[in-house]
């Protein structure tokens, strides 16, 4: 069964500590997304990834890293400068950054800050 | 600026009821639009999706949703709503000139028996 798998799907922190999310595809689809979403706001991008190796700033980057060095895999990391971390995080995978691509969605990791 | 509109935060009907969800663009060209939905704790699956030619398009569990240029609309339908249609639904477009999608801020749909 090819798809998007995401764990774990909760995740606790305490603050000041980073976490890393993991994303993993077997679409073979090149670019890779990730996704915050909060209650009333929708999905907001945090980094994407057209190929393996490089990858760029959504429109909230800011307390988050990622790494592409491999095809299937696109982890993020939640800083400990994330200032407000806790969220539901969606990762997502297109066959490539065309505007027609649709992008194929994880079941999503919620991480909360205690 | 390039946006998603969806005016409706909150949507309830009784399940047989017709149910119309609304999604304006603001696009300066014909925005790629996508209509996707959420279960809730779930991740975002596809019903359907417009890039050009017929502006009627049909999608999965029944849907469809018509492209109104004149009105920048992209309004999702459904002729008889299920209960298990509530979900969440987001309403998500991007142009030819950008690498993103941009989601609407969604639309909760409450189904009663």
């Known amino acids: 069964d090819g798809g998007i798998t995401q764990s774990p799907k909760y995740l606790f922190r305490k603050e000041g500590q980073n976490v890393t999310l993991s994303c993993e595809q077997n679409?073979?689809?090149?670019?890779m997304y990730w996704y915050r979403q909060d209650p009333g706001q929708g999905l907001r991008l945090i980094y994407y990834?057209?190929?393996?190796?490089?990858?760029q700033k959504g429109d909230i980057a800011e307390g988050y890293s990622v790494s592409r060095e491999k095809k299937e895999s696109f982890p993020l990391t939640v800083t400990s400068a994330q200032k407000n971390p806790t969220a539901f995080y969606l990762c997502?995978?297109?066959?490539?950054?065309?505007?027609?691509?649709?992008?194929?969605f994880g079941p999503g990791t919620r991480l909360t800050v205690l | 600026a390039q946006s998603v509109t969806q005016p409706d935060i909150h949507i309830t009907v009784s399940e047989g009821a017709s149910l119309e969800l609304r999604c304006n663009y603001s696009y300066g060209a014909t925005p790629y639009l996508f209509w996707y939905v959420q279960s809730p704790g779930q991740g975002l699956q596809l019903l359907l999706k417009y890039f050009s030619g017929d502006t009627l398009v049909q999608g999965i569990k029944g849907f469809e949703a018509e492209f109104k240029r004149s009105q920048s609309s992209f309004n999702l339908r459904k002729p008889s709503v299920h209960w298990s249609d509530a979900a969440e639904y987001f309403c998500a477009g991007r142009s030819y000139n950008t690498d993103k999608l941009i989601f609407g801020t969604g639309t909760r749909l409450q189904v009663f028996p």
């Open positions: 679409l073979n689809h090149d670019a």
């Open positions: 997502a995978s297109s066959i490539g950054i065309l505007e027609h691509n649709e992008q194929f």
């Open positions: 990834s057209q190929i393996v190796n490089d990858f």
